[in-house]
């Protein structure tokens, strides 16, 4: 079954910590991307990665980083930087068909 | 720069009565255009791309190039298309471009 899986869904952070979400697909596509969707803003690009080992900042990258050692793996860390990490994010994967959207992390700083 | 607009935050209508939501674009090139929703507690998934002109569960939207608009209308609101939607903007080559979200709109159809 082919798809995208973002893990965890829910995840819990303190104040001062580097969190990892984990965004992986089974689909053979090049591309792949991150979103935070907040309400009233809708979704804003993170990062995208093009090909291995690539990878661009979006349009709100600071506070985030991204590694791309693997096509089917695109994990973000949100930084202590970060200064309002509590949001809904999104992972998504592309090829020349459309795009593919996994089910979301919740990230929640306490 | 690339830009989409959706100015409604929330739209609300009766079931049966004609929907509009609103989308705006700005871009220096032939934009490929798309509408997305996301159900209650699903995943985003695409609604209807403006290349395939076609219509999904009622809904159509037209390219106007001339007033850069991409409007979802659907003639008669249904209770399950309550829903949030983007309308969104491709940009870049086929296989890797970036897509670009608008606000989103929260249509909300009562009974």
């Known amino acids: 079954d082919g798809g995208i899986t973002q893990s965890p869904k829910y995840l819990f952070r303190k104040e001062g910590q580097n969190v990892t979400l984990s965004c992986e697909q089974n689909l053979n596509h090049d591309a792949m991307y991150w979103y935070r969707q907040d309400p009233g803003q809708g979704l804003r690009l993170i990062y995208y990665?093009?090909?291995?080992?690539?990878?661009q900042k979006g349009d709100i990258a600071e506070g985030y980083s991204v590694s791309r050692e693997k096509k089917e793996s695109f994990p973000l860390t949100v930084t202590s930087a970060q200064k309002n990490p509590t949001a809904f994010y999104l992972c998504a994967s592309k090829n020349k068909y459309g795009y593919t959207f996994g089910s979301g992390t919740r990230l929640t700083v306490v | 720069a690339q830009r989409v607009t959706q100015p409604e935050k929330l739209l609300s209508v009766f079931k049966g009565a004609p929907v509009e939501l609103k989308c705006n674009y700005s871009y220096s090139g032939s934009p490929e255009l798309f509408w997305y929703v996301q159900y209650s507690r699903q995943r985003l998934q695409l609604l209807l791309r403006h290349i395939s002109r076609e219509s999904i569960k009622g809904f159509t939207a037209d390219l106007n190039k001339g007033e850069t608009s991409f409007h979802l209308k659907k003639p008669f609101a249904q209770e399950e298309d309550s829903a949030m939607y983007y309308c969104?903007?491709?940009?870049?080559?086929?296989?890797?471009?970036?897509?670009?979200f608008g606000q989103g709109t929260t249509l909300q159809v009562k009974p």
């Open positions: 969104a903007l491709s940009h870049g080559s086929s296989n890797t471009g970036k897509l670009i």
């Open positions: 990665s093009q090909i291995v080992n690539d990878f």
